[in-house]
């Protein structure tokens, strides 16, 4: 069974970093992405940032110019690194594998940025 586990989550002020990582175990080959996704109380899961197999990302504007998406593909590792905080990215971040044959997701690290 695939496992994704992330970290680095945790309480930062305003204007503050954070870098998340997830590893996902148990996979080998098949890995179309991986991506981080967030959610927010009361709304729905968003996009934050992917990266392809190949390299390619893409963000959400939301996080442009803040947040750089990275991945070991030796490790099947990917990291989010987050700067230039803002209460409004206090959110759940959940990582996602695209696998060829289905998603994984992780079980999700609590981001909270306070003003």
């Known amino acids: 069974q695939v496992q994704l586990v992330e970290s680095g989550g945790g309480l930062v002020q305003a204007g503050g970093s954070l870098r998340l990582s997830c590893t996902a175990s148990r996979i080998t080959g098949g890995i179309k992405a991986m991506a981080w996704y967030r959610q927010a109380p009361g709304k729905e899961r968003e996009l934050v940032a992917r990266?392809?197999?190949?390299?390619?990302?893409n963000y959400a504007d939301s996080v442009k110019d803040r947040f750089t998406v990275a991945r070991d593909n030796g490790e099947n590792t990917v990291h989010l690194q987050m700067n230039s905080l803002k209460p409004e990215d206090t959110a759940v971040y959940y990582c996602k594998l695209e696998h060829w044959s289905r998603n994984y997701w992780g079980q999700g690290t609590q981001v909270t940025v306070s003003s």
């Open positions: 990266i392809s197999a190949n390299g390619v990302t």
